[in-house]
């Protein structure tokens, strides 16, 4: 292709600058062969002529297409080249946030100086499992690919995380040691994931140093090696060390700080165990204060001290090592304060009793004699003789300083030695994967020894680096056979020859360490001599003698020359360490004698970093070699360290981490383009990106090619032929065929073609789009002119008709007006005459309509609340009734039951007695006499006491009949007198009265009148002006009304919401406990889970067979039936167990003594929960026995009241009639007279008197008609309560007592009621006679009860009598006719119930006795009850042993015997079968304890789900085994109901372990659980359950258990089936979301596919299938299917489908916010797509209301955020409303992972990605990014009952049930 098609106007390029290193511009005029200029317009607007290169004439780089920029993979970038790399970077970074980038096989990793939520485990399990290339780029996904590809492989791994110093390669390895920790756990219980962690804290401490460009500084590099097993668990790790650097903990520049551990120990110094260091700040200490900065910010160096204290406690090391290790690095502190002073010019001293030394000494164990002596002197030694030699002060104090580097070193080796014994392992290591954090390359302005090595490093690396990259490019082409051509990239082994090699610069180096009389600058003249004319690499600076210049990878470096030697010696004073080796502490001697554990097992070298000397350890030591160690150079050792990591690099497969520092100020997000271009060359990137452009760095496969450029194809290019189509299609638009090359697979193209085809493929678009938005504009302007001319007629039509209609409206206005003036003249005077009508009838209306309200008003409330009385009298009379009888029922049932229950028991136990019997039978006639002179005694008293009882009413009659003549007379006279004392006098006083007012009348007549005539036309006035204010207030009140109506609507509203929220809150609430509860369960299966797991590897480890009586621990069991089920399980086996040796008995001897222990412990708890029955028995009867009494006199009490009441009521109304007639006759003798008229004072007076007398009349007849209807139904209550035989139970419901509670209430109100008041004016004489009267009434009613006391007492007795006599008799009827032994036992209970009667007889009389008898009764009966109960089972035994040997004698006699035909023989030899009536089946299932094991195999282990679901009806193993326990509750069988349902709960569990996996096997066992725990509930007798049964189903009912308990643990198992159907769903649905959701085009042609990168899906394995939408779809039906077919309960189902749903949108969205790929408009069409395909699911399957659709909410809110215009405020506006499921963290990120796919899309900007988080800050939410896909909803089982009745139900014989029998 030509540079003229490339170089075009408008195509946009990039030159050299040099603030931002590389600036864009766009071309003005195009591009012709030959120009040597180009026109360029800058970004900002400014014009530029941009001169090309004379010689070269290279063109400056293209720019990448809008839509490449921001791509997670470099090489998926058109054009590869610095500038395209280094824009992209800048892209993500500051604008997307994101820190990842892959380049090819390298993670590029920016430093973001800032704490991002992107690493905690949620992001862990999202990227677990996931490919590389599917994923956004991540630490965790090299991670994930490294553990993956050990696993797949079986080939050991690598990361190699490099970068300068503050670039993040700490961090990033130790996030990749977190990953592997994470995801792969350890093998063991040793935790051996969080020792490898805890090694971090332990060597960033002592390795680890604040410097000017990063504050946690790694200064030493290391290599960690994760070591697993077979599983590829995490069995161990192992570490290397490198290149220590020795010369901080003596020197630090400024801005720069000593190693952490010695501040974390001076800011613990107040500690009580650091006291004894004598430390104190910081800056107290020379080693630590020399760069005057020994605070971080942020970091509390004393709670960083105390971590590392735990990390050492959790390695193993303990406290005493621990004080031991701080002793030493307190005692180098120490040390760097000594002070030696001049003694002359070659000699120093240490003043005497120097402080510090003294400290020193104290805390290592020396003397300080010698330390100061050597510290100062040194030992020369010839070969003759030796020399001790002064030094100077400043060879003194660098000797000091050696001594405590060396100490240092020392104790490093020895910590790294101890981490990596903690974390070594037992168990054989099956592969590793190694983790290198090594610094990367350095240049300074000077630069030594230290850049040297690590430079030659770097070198290494690059090399191995290289290497690899060109290895991969070559198996790709390989691989899609594509001709290979030699691809030349940068070999820098020169460079390492130059340094490595023979008579290079590191052995020339050792040959002048070597020399006597060696120094820097004669090495330096070698270098020159040597490698200046032969080595094109090596240079000699123009203006200095003691540097060079070596030409790397990466830049030209120049060394000097000076401390090269010196640093490569690394020399320290023997004598120093020979006084350290004769220390007396402990640590210190191993330090130094011990070289082995001194130093690395590995081998590993020492220092590193600045510029200064290093420490090296030795790659091998031997015994002996301890003096001479020192000789060895440390440019030796670590060549030979590094040629053993390379070799180990080399085993492994690497993955690269490249670490770049954005900037140098730790600025966040802030990108400085030259400081990131140089650690781009310097880190090989660009070296990757050079060698990937050198040949066909872009690659399609065919079905992404022809998805992508369908737009510049014709119908006639496309075939079925994929492959064939894009080769047509590229021979037309590329011309050149060494562009491209067509591979097995896929489409390789030379650098630039695909943004080529960008280009076409956007000129064909934008045409496209030029022709619609021609058209549509066409479209929409002939629309706007149509509408036009339509309203211009519209508006002309309707104005002319508007003026023809006012031309007729002023023609009929003048004639109308004419009519108006004739009618209004004659409507005047008709008005007039009319209102004074009308004002005449409606004062007559008005006055007539009130009184008749009135009237009617009070008939209706009085109508009214007759029938509300009557009707609430009734109904609560009805409830009292009825509640009444239906506990008097149950009382009498339960009565029954317990004393039938107490009868047959102790007629067992004294039907063994007949002696006993005889002895009762001797004194019985006797005691029957006596009963009966008793009884005659006792008539005879009642027949006095009826007699008194008759005298006595009839007494109280005739008095009562005296008195009421007597006050009746009393009454009538008393009335008479005073009528006729007051009638004259009254009467002449009114006349008089009333001739004064008449004159006085007359007289004020004329002047009211007058008044009345002002006072009209002031009222007139100011009535007018009262109806203008009352217009003023109406419209106010409206105004007001309006207002409180909105108020009160706006406070509905809110207390609405209020409302709902707090319900909200509350179900959220009820779902966190319901949830929480739920984990605690799986928490606790999980751990029953392993302690099984754990007991059988015990038992294979030990191979000792299993015991026949398995225990189980109570913290094991959640209840004692498993302790149950595993005793009856052992004795069902005891028969065939026989031959076991003794060592069972005495295992089980333990156990057989907790049994005993238990059942003391429960005879106990029997005994006294016996004992508190009985107590609350006696307090029942005499509670009972009270209430009665109580309840009968009361009962007589108000009878008696309520007669003399209506007595009292007809007297008063009979009077008042009487004052009425007076007072009638009064005022017509007044009318007679002339006196009185209706207006005058006294006839207002009488009809006031009349009125209050009707109004009391109609409330006493009220009263009276209330009274009647009370007293009818209390005789019909006391009727129906003498036709009972039995008396009122006591009612413990308080609910029970509440209603009559309320009658009485109700009737004191009444009369409080009557007597207020208002009824209560009646005359003096009557109030005196009523308190005479209720004085009477009182003592009437005292006798009246004493009476009726005596009466009841005297029945009470007669009928017990009675019913003893009688049930004498039937009892010596019944004996008689019963044989011997009924009679006996018959005879037992009899006497039975006589002791119980005389206990209770004893109990009234002395308590305390009573109760000691009854414990020793009771006690007896326990033990006889107990020896009756074994020797029933062993008399059951007997006989069916006894039977078992019958039957096995008969038949081996029966085919020996001959029988003559004579002789009769005893023929039943086999069963017969003797035909038997049928009865009904009452839907129970009978089956032999022997028979439980194979009832639970037959129905449960070994049944196949798919074929009861098919042929079945759904819930049969549930109804049969609740049929099985029917049964067993009928028979009263508490240990087969109990052993049934523990082996139906453990064979359940054990299925499900067994099968878990298999979703239709778990999804059938969830249905018949919840089938079996709901036939619990409908069939437990509860009411609450029992609503929806029919009466057959109520007879069902379990009668002797109540099984709640059961119910709770059958709940929890139906926990954790629904638990485990979720995770078998789960597993199947997790592989297809993403393909389904995301990745599979359901709408064909919408999304384009993007140009991608090495990453790919194929990167990692290779595709299982591609699952698309239909596939999810189909999934679902199957999962519906199979529920619906297991007869599942469709509000289960609900809850499986929307955890389903959630699942689903989970994923999807989670992948989403992941991939920076499918964020694009096209994919939230797709995901929008795909959401209603599922919603039209939901709805086919009537699931709308399940709540799944809201699961999808914020999938669906960030398919709308991809597609909703993101550039104003409005829009910002309208997302953050639209998005409230979404945190902002995930908006934001969907936001910065929005990727244009075409030309036309816009990205979105950084501004309003800020304006958004500027509008969610106060959005009070978590800050987690991914939703948890472990959630599981907290279930609820509805109750659902079930119409199937138990007695239909037909057994298949498929079941291989034969051996039940249907009851």
Known sequence: MAASELYTKYARVWIPDVEEVWRSAELTKDYRQGDGVLQLQLEDGKE?????????????????????????????????????????????????????????????????????????????????????????????????????????????????????????????????????????????????????????????????????????????????????????????ANMRTYLLEKSRVVFQADEERNYHIFYQLCASAHLPEFKALKLGKADNFHYTKQGRNPVIDGIDDAKEMSTTRNAFTLLGVNESYQMGLFRILASILHLGNVEVKDRDSDSSIIPPNNGHLSVFCELMGVTYQDMSHWLCHKKLKTATETYIKPVPKLQAINARDALAKHIYAKLFNWIVDHVNKSLHSTVKQHSFIGVLDIYGFETFEINSFEQFCINYANEKLQQQFNMHVFKLEQEEYMKEQIPWTLIDFYDNQPCINLIEAKMGVLDLLDEECKMPKGSDDSWAQKLYNTHLKTCSLFEKPRMSNKAFIIQHFADKVEYQCDGFLEKNKDTVNEEQIHVLKASKFDLLVELFHDEEKATSPTGAAPTTGG???????????????????????????????????????????????????????????????????????????????????????????????????????????????RKMTCKNVLEKLVQDPDKYQFGKTKIFFRAGQVAYLEKLRADKLRAACIRIQKTIRCWLARKKYLRMKHAATTIQRYVRGHQARCLAKFLRRTRAAIIIQKYQRMYVQRTCYKRKQAAALAMQCILRAYMARQLYKALLREHKAIIIQKMVRGWLARQWFKRSLRAIVYLQCCIRRMRAKWELKKLKIEARSVEHFKKLNIGMENKIMQLQRRIDEQNKDNRSLSERLNGLEISHAAESERMRVEVHRLRGAEEDAKNNANKVTTLLEELERLRKDLKNTQKEKKAIEDWAKTYQDEMEQMISELKEQNHLLKNEKNDLNRLIQEQGQQWTEKMQRALKEETQQLENDLNEERSRYQNLLTEHLRLEEKYDDLKEEISLAVNVPKPGHRRTDSTHSSNESECTYNSEFAESEEGSRGGEDVSKAILDMSLFLKLQKRVSELEQEKQSLQNELDRREEQFQRARARDDEEHKKARGAELEYESLKRQELESENKKLKHHLNEMRQSLRGSAEAGSAAPGSPPYTVLLDQLNSSNEELEVRKEEVLILRSQLVSQKEAMQHKATMTEPLPYIEDVQKLTDAKEISQAYMGLKDTNRSPRFTRRPTEVNELVSRLRLLESQLQAQRRSHDNEVEVLRGELQSVKEDNNRQQQLLAQNLQLPPEARIEASLQHEITRLTNENLELHSDDPKEYKAYRISMLRRMVDLMEQLEKQDKTVRKLKKQLKVFAKKINDLEGGQMDVS????????????????????????????????????????????????AVNLIPGLPAYILFMCLRHADYVNDDQKVRSLLTSVINSIKKILKKRGDDFETVSFWLSNTCRFLHCLKQYSGDEQFMKHNSPKQNDHCLSNFDLAEYRQVLSDLAIQIYQQLIKSMENILQPMIVSGMLEHETIQGVSGVKPTGLRKRTSSIADEGTYTLDSIIRQLNSFHSIMCQHGTDPELIKQVVKQQFYIIGAVTLNNLLLRKDMCSWSKGMQIRYNVSQLEEWLRDKNLMTCGAK?????????????????????????????????????????LNLYTPVNAFEERVSVLFIRTIQTRLRDRKESPQLLMDTKVIYPVTFPFNPSSLALETIQIPGSLNLAFLTRV
Not at 625 to 643: C, M
Not at 703 to 719: A, G, N, P, W
Not at 1474 to 1503: A, H, S, T, W
Not at 1751 to 1762: D, M
């Open 48 to 236: 530029l002529e941009y001169k090309l290169d004379p010689k070269t004439n290279n063109l400056p780089h293209l720019r990448n297409p809008d839509i490449l920029v921001g791509e997670n993979d470099l090489t998926a970038l058109s054009y590869l080249h610095e500038p395209a790399v280094l824009h992209n970077l800048k892209v993500r970074f500051t604008d997307s946030k994101l820190i990842y980038t892959y380049c090819g096989i390298v993670l590029v990793a920016i430093n973001p100086y800032e704490t991002l939520p992107i690493y905690g485990s949620d992001i862990i399990n999202a990227y677990s499992g996931q490919n590389m290339g599917d994923m956004d780029p991540h630490i965790f996904a090299v991670a994930e690919e490294a553990y993956k590809q050990m696993a797949r492989d079986e080939r050991n791994q690598s990361i190699i995380v490099s970068g300068e110093s503050g670039a993040g390669k700490t961090v990033s390895a130790k996030y990749a040691m977190r990953y592997f920790a994470t995801v792969s756990g350890s093998a063991s219980e040793a935790n051996v994931e969080e020792k490898v962690l805890a090694s971090n804290p332990i060597m960033e401490s002592i390795g680890n140093a604040k410097t000017t460009r990063n504050d946690n500084s790694s200064r030493f590099g290391k290599y960690i090696e994760i070591g697993f097993d077979k599983r590829y668990h995490i069995i161990g």
């Open 1461 to 1508: 035909p004579g002789q009769t023989t005893d023929e039943p030899v086999h069963p017969v079968n003797i035909p038997r009536r049928e009865k009904d089946f009452q839907g129970m299932l009978e089956y032999k304890k022997e028979d439980e094991l194979k009832l639970v195999k037959n129905l449960i282990l070994e049944l196949k789900p798919r074929g009861v």
């Open 611 to 721: 510029r200064t000397r290093l420490s090296v350890k030795p790659v091998k030591s031997k015994a002996g070699q301890s003096s001479k160690e020192h000789k060895k150079t440390v440019g030796l050792q670590f060549r030979n360290s590094l040629h053993l990591l390379m070799e180990t690099l080399n085993a492994t497969t690497p993955h690269y981490v490249r670490c770049i520092k954005p900037n140098d100020f730790k600025f966040a997000f802030t990108f400085d383009p030259k400081r990131a271009v140089q650690q781009l060359r310097a880190c090989g990137v660009l070296e990757t990106i050079r060698i990937s452009a050198a040949g066909f760095p872009s690659r399609w496969t065919y079905q992404e090619f022809f998805s992508r450029y369908r737009v510049l194809m014709i119908q006639k290019d496309v075939l079925t032929d």
């Open 1750 to 1790: 809201e699961t999808l909410e914020p999938l669906i809110q960030a398919a709308q955020l991809l597609q909703v215009k993101k550039k104003t405020d409005e829009d910002a506006e309208a997302i953050c409303s639209m998005c409230n499921a979404l945190s902002t963290a995930q908006i934001v990120k969907v």
